[in-house]
T-cell receptor, first 113, second 115 residues
Framework: KQEVTQIPAALSVPEGENLVLNCSFTDSAIYNLQWFRQDPGKGLTSLLL?????REQTSGRLNASLDKSSGRSTLYIAASQPGDSATYLC????????????FGKGTKLTVNP | KAGVTQTPRYLIKTRGQQVTLSCSPI?????VSWYQQTPGQGLQFLFE???????NKGNFPGRFSGRQFSNSRSEMNVSTLELGDSALYLC??????????????FGNGTRLTVT
């Protein structure tokens, strides 16, 4: 059974700092891994999708890496801004043809001006 | 292109009642999945539909059911509501490629409160 863990559960940083969010998963037989952002009371916004054959993906100030063999992914946020404050969720899709995602509990990020 | 639309945005029901939630996927997307989000359990998979067929089901009681229509719109129904069903219910859609590699796009959810 796939399990996804995100550490830390909460993180507070000053504006401008570069930061790394961690995600680990127990079963390396995955199709892909997706990072989401969730603002309070809202749905999930897809940030980056990394296929199992890829090592990293970049979008603007965001960079996500994947090390399938060790069951780890990191989300790097450069030059953080107060608008980046949100909960960041990691989710993996295991092999089997279903759209089912297994989510971590998330990291709540606060960027202080 | 319009995103995933969920209606209603908020619902308040009493124990024992039933409720129906609606989801309209992004145009062209054929897969619709439903998730329940609570503070204690986080996001948990309910079920997934593709071309009107349920392809996968999570570990929820039979009170939770769903369906998908020919236009890919989906509904989920919860009967005999319990207090523990209070949650944010999220719908996600995707265009499923040959290997299921397409990203999931989520709606803003329906906030269900059971009193």
């Amino acid at each position: 059974k796939q399990e996804v863990t995100q550490i830390p559960a909460a993180l507070s940083v000053p504006e401008g700092e570069n930061l790394v969010l961690n995600c680990s998963f127990t079963d390396s037989a995955i199709y892909n891994l997706q990072w989401f952002r969730q603002d309070p009371g809202k749905g999930l916004t897809s940030l980056l999708l990394i296929q199992s054959s890829q090592r990293e993906q970049t979008s603007g100030r965001l960079n996500a890496s994947l090390d399938k063999s060790s069951g780890r992914s990191t989300l790097y946020i450069a030059a953080s801004q107060p608008g980046d404050s949100a909960t960041y969720l990691c989710a993996v899709r295991s092999r089997g043809g279903s759209e089912k995602l297994v989510f971590g509990k998330g990291t709540k990020l606060t960027v202080n001006p | 292109k319009a995103g995933v639309t969920q209606t209603p945005r908020y619902l308040i029901k009493t124990r024992g009642q039933q409720v129906t939630l609606s989801c309209s996927p992004i145009s062209g997307h054929r897969s619709v999945s439903w998730y329940q989000q609570t503070p204690g359990q986080g996001l948990q998979f309910l079920f997934e539909y593709f071309s009107e067929t349920q392809r996968n089901k999570g570990n929820f009681p039979g009170r939770f059911s769903g369906r998908q229509f020919s236009n890919s719109r989906s509904e989920m129904n919860v009967s005999t509501l319990e207090l523990g069903d209070s949650a944010l219910y999220l719908c996600a859609s995707s265009w499923t490629g040959a290997q299921g590699n397409s990203p999931l796009h989520f709606g803003n959810g329906t906030r269900l409160t059971v009193t």
